[in-house]
């Protein structure tokens, strides 16, 4: 084709004619590349040596190291945010549609622990998520966390402090810490859920809205918990997840937007 245009002036005009405004249309249909995401999909843990090197970057830094810890280990971490009521604590970031997304400040974090013994052997989980609390602590990420462990011997990392409008780290009430008492009934594991949210709610004054849920085994799972004993909301949760047959682990996250939190429970999939 190039050849045939060079040898005819006037097909050359005609062709250019018609293919300009084509590449023109075009250009203006296409969807601009979205922008590139200043985060890591996933935090990567790599081991050199008598070192386990961990690196996250994400708004949530220790919720993402604690799903690559899942991956690599099989620790099932349960994860709580803190309240994020600060400007300081927040950042804003493009979303889907042009909107503009309010999202803890999180980014970068990495930490090194020693690995197991043998050098090629698990490291120990309560020691290991310790010193990865400790360091975050010190970092400039948003947030204080602290190391619970469940009553069934899991453990569970909870946001107990963050920055007001002072500036100022102060503690804060962890929801799923307080007490609380549901009569004893027979309900699904969905409903059992949304009344210890609901209970919950009522005494932090914090909006608790159910989100991602593996909705059949939960849907379709009947339990009795409560029995008018007031127990930790946390440990009601974990005894309405357990007859559902999958194993499960949740992710407390507060919403700026909404000021309110977010509970999604995640069922871990057989390799």
């Known amino acids: 084709m190039l050849k045939s245009l060079r040898m005819n002036p006037i097909r050359s005009a005609i062709c250019l004619a018609v293919l300009v405004p084509s590449l023109v249309a075009q250009q203006k249909n296409q969807t601009p590349p979205p922008a590139a995401s200043p985060y890591l999909r996933e935090a990567t843990i790599t081991q050199a040596g008598s070192t386990i090197h961990i690196v996250a970057n994400s708004p949530r830094p220790l919720a993402q190291i604690l799903d690559a810890l899942r991956q690599k280990y099989d620790w099932l971490v349960d994860y709580e945010d803190p309240r994020y009521v600060s400007t300081a604590d927040l950042v804003e970031r493009p979303g889907p549609n042009g909107a503009t997304l309010s999202l803890p400040a999180g980014g970068t974090f990495s930490v090194d622990v020693p690995p197991g013994s043998p050098a090629t052997a698990p490291p120990p989980e309560d020691k ?8 975050y602590n010190h970092s400039k990420n948003p947030g204080r966390f602290e190391l619970r462990k469940n009553e069934d011997g899991s453990f569970v990392v909870v946001g107990a402090g963050a920055q007001d409008e ?18 004893s009934q ?24 159910l989100g991602v849920t593996p909705r059949k085994p939960m849907d379709h799972t009947n339990v009795t918990v409560g029995g008018g004993t007031k127990m930790q909301a946390r440990t009601l949760l974990a005894h309405t997840l357990a007859p559902t047959g999958h194993t499960m682990y949740w992710r407390l996250l507060f919403d700026p937007g909404s000021k309110g939190y977010f509970l999604d429970i995640h069922a871990v999939r057989d390799k």
């Open 128 to 135: 290991t998520l310790q010193l990865i609390l400790d360091a």
């Open 186 to 209: 027979e309900r699904s594991a969905t409903d059992t859920v949304l009344l210890i949210c609901q209970e919950v709610a009522e005494r932090t004054h914090v909006q608790i809205t």
């Open 166 to 183: 002072k500036g100022k780290i102060v503690a804060q009430e962890v929801p799923f810490d307080l007490p609380i008492t549901l009569s």
